[in-house]
């Protein structure tokens, strides 16, 4: 659904009356177009201390194309900046965080639209040290901070690097570029952790699933049919999966990108056999399943029945333990290979909850459960395990809100507006990597930097 406000504010003569009056005018966000440059200006790139993961970041955006400067306390930019990238690794005493101000204020300042700025710093719990550790924790504040101030659809975002990770430029890359580029535009203020993984290396950024086979299910509409456009777009043969009756919305999108679609009810007893059997099709096995299928039932707690409870729960959450056990099983023909990706849809109402949508709640944290807790049991397969939670995003589901709730929603974010199926499926994507093998048991929300939640 479109954001009549923001398109009126942002055009003709609403643009100009906003300016007159002082409305607020959400910013039109830079999203991702193919042959697009990763930024839009040079990337100011600083250290506070001795961190080697400044170097390794600069590297690896000269190697993208941009034009990198050196940030410091000193600096003067005669350009706008695409990005502001900061390592602060090397900070363990408070007044580490007074450097990192003075060098960070002048870049800031120098942001241009859309600009991204990336502070890259030391995981607090491989810490010993007390002062060490809070100091690395007092980015995330930080982070978060500059995030709500930012204006022109700016954005924020925090690496936590474990030491053993820092200066790998494999493991490195994937997230610089991801967070570094549009494909993150509706994605600030979040902490995300990289540890140390062997990275299968990438031939070509723009197609990092080539020859892969990827299963989406949900795929008939909306943010599901996005995630299959992403994933098409960047190589990947996609099976879109959703329930029968949606067939023929379903077989428009997997003609569109050139993919499969697969009828089925993701609930039934034999959905993981069945999803197995159309990827060996294709593959001996599957490299990324993305659990994005779910419903919702909403009611006030004290009025939902057990039907509206038990549909939802088994939907968004029971489906894809039955799923994952029969594609984990290395007998599986079909199945998920060692080194593929697990990635699920989860949402802010499993985060900061939501009026009566305790069910949906329920299942949503659940899958924040699940993707951490399986993260670790499938480590020693290479399999990485991530969730996306998405906020408000402008969809057929979130059309049939009320308009004033609707509106109140889509401004509870530092961006001002609500997200596009897309930014989902870019998020998604970034997770499916061959290059984010050193991310895992991951929460990205995809929200604007929504208020609402943590």
Same mark, same amino acid.
């Given at each position: 659904?479109?954001?009549?406000?923001?398109?009126?504010?942002?055009?003709?003569?609403?643009?100009?009356?906003?300016?007159?009056?002082?409305?607020?005018?959400?910013?039109?966000?830079?999203?991702?177009?193919?042959?697009?440059?990763?930024?839009?200006?040079?990337?100011?790139?600083?250290?506070?201390?001795?961190?080697?993961?400044?170097?390794?970041?600069?590297?690896?955006?000269?190697?993208?194309?941009?034009?990198?400067?050196?940030?410091?306390?000193?600096?003067?930019?005669?350009?706008?900046?695409?990005?502001?990238?900061?390592?602060?690794?090397?900070?363990?005493?408070?007044?580490?965080?007074?450097?990192?101000?003075?060098?960070?204020?002048?870049?800031?300042?120098?942001?241009?639209?859309?600009?991204?700025?990336?502070?890259?710093?030391?995981?607090?719990?491989?810490?010993?040290?007390?002062?060490?550790?809070?100091?690395?924790? *007092?980015?995330?504040?930080?982070?978060?901070?500059?995030?709500?101030?930012?204006?022109?659809? !700016?954005?924020? /975002?925090?690496?936590?690097?474990?030491?053993?990770?820092?200066?790998?430029?494999?493991?490195?890359?994937?997230?610089?570029?991801?967070?570094?580029?549009?494909?993150?535009?509706?994605?600030?203020?979040?902490?995300?952790?990289?540890?140390?993984?062997?990275?299968?290396?990438? *031939?070509?950024?723009?197609?990092?699933?080539?020859?892969?086979?990827?299963?989406?299910?949900? *795929?008939?509409?909306?943010?599901?049919?996005?995630? *299959?456009?992403?994933?098409?777009?960047?190589?990947?043969?996609?099976?879109?999966?959703?329930?029968?009756?949606?067939?023929?919305?379903?077989?428009?999108?997997?003609?569109?990108?050139?993919?499969?679609?697969?009828?089925?009810?993701?609930?039934?007893?034999?959905?993981?056999?069945?999803?197995?059997?159309?990827?060996?099709?294709?593959?001996?096995?599957?490299?990324?399943?993305?659990? /994005?299928?779910?419903?919702?039932?909403?009611?006030?707690?004290?009025?939902?029945?057990?039907?509206?409870? /038990?549909?939802?729960?088994?939907?968004?959450?029971?489906?894809?333990?039955?799923?994952?056990?029969?594609?984990?099983?290395?007998?599986?023909?079909?199945?998920?290979?060692? !080194?593929?990706?697990?990635?699920?849809?989860?949402?802010?109402?499993?985060?900061?909850?939501?009026?009566?949508?305790? /069910?949906?709640?329920?299942?949503?944290?659940?899958?924040?459960?699940?993707?951490?807790?399986?993260?670790?049991?499938?480590?020693?397969?290479?399999?990485?395990?991530?969730?996306?939670?998405?906020?408000?995003?402008?969809?057929?589901?979130?059309?049939?809100?009320?308009?004033?709730?609707?509106?109140?929603?889509?401004?509870?974010?530092?961006?001002?507006?609500?997200?596009?199926?897309?930014?989902?499926?870019?998020?998604?994507?970034?997770?499916?990597?061959?290059?984010?093998?050193?991310?895992?048991?991951?929460?990205?929300?995809?929200?604007?930097?929504?208020?609402?939640?943590?």
């Amino acid at each position: 659904m479109a954001d009549g406000y923001s398109n009126f504010v942002n055009n003709g003569f609403g643009k100009k009356l906003a300016k007159q009056i002082g409305l607020p005018q959400p910013p039109v966000l830079r999203r991702y177009e193919v042959g697009q440059d990763l930024l839009d200006g040079p990337a100011a790139v600083g250290t506070v201390g001795s961190g080697v993961v400044g170097s390794t970041a600069a590297a690896i955006l000269r190697g993208s194309g941009a034009d990198v400067v050196d940030a410091t306390a000193e600096a003067t930019y005669s350009d706008k900046l695409g990005a502001f990238v900061i390592d602060v690794t090397a900070a363990t005493k408070l007044s580490d965080l007074e450097t990192f101000r003075e060098i960070a204020i002048p870049a800031v300042k120098a942001l241009g639209r859309s600009a991204r700025v990336i502070v890259m710093a030391t995981t607090p719990s491989a810490l010993d040290d007390v002062e060490a550790a809070a100091t690395a924790q *007092a980015f995330e504040g930080i982070t978060r901070s500059i995030g709500k101030e930012l204006r022109a659809g !700016g954005s924020a /975002n925090l690496f936590w690097i474990d030491p053993d990770a820092q200066g790998d430029a494999a493991v490195l890359e994937a997230p610089l570029r991801f967070f570094g580029s549009s494909r993150s535009a509706y994605v600030s203020g979040q902490p995300i952790r990289i540890r140390k993984h062997a990275v299968t290396e990438v *031939a070509d950024w723009h197609q990092p699933f080539a020859g892969q086979v990827a299963v989406i299910t949900g *795929a008939a509409r909306g943010i599901g049919a996005q995630i *299959a456009r992403v994933f098409a777009r960047a190589g990947a043969h996609v099976i879109a999966v959703d329930i029968p009756a949606a067939g023929d919305a379903l077989s428009k999108v997997a003609n569109e990108i050139g993919g499969t679609s697969l009828g089925l009810d993701i609930t039934s007893p034999d959905a993981g056999a069945k999803i197995a059997e159309a990827v060996a099709r294709h593959a001996d096995k599957l490299d990324v399943i993305v659990h /994005n299928a779910g419903i919702t039932r909403d009611k006030l707690f004290v009025n939902t029945d057990e039907a509206r409870w /038990n549909s939802v729960v088994d939907v968004n959450l029971g489906a894809q333990f039955r799923i994952n056990e029969v594609l984990l099983d290395p007998a599986t023909k079909g199945g998920l290979k060692d !080194g593929g990706r697990i990635v699920s849809v989860a949402s802010t109402s499993g985060i900061g909850g939501n009026r009566g949508q305790a /069910n949906y709640a329920a299942s949503k944290a659940g899958v924040i459960g699940m993707v951490r807790e399986l993260s670790e049991k499938l480590a020693d397969r290479d399999i990485t395990v991530n969730a996306v939670a998405p906020g408000f995003i402008e969809t057929d589901m979130t059309s049939k809100i009320p308009m004033a709730t609707r509106e109140v929603v889509r401004r509870l974010n530092s961006m001002m507006q609500g997200g596009n199926p897309i930014d989902v499926g870019e998020a998604i994507a970034f997770f499916a990597e061959p290059g984010s093998a050193g991310v895992t048991g991951q929460v990205l929300r995809v929200c604007g930097q929504s208020q609402i939640g943590a």
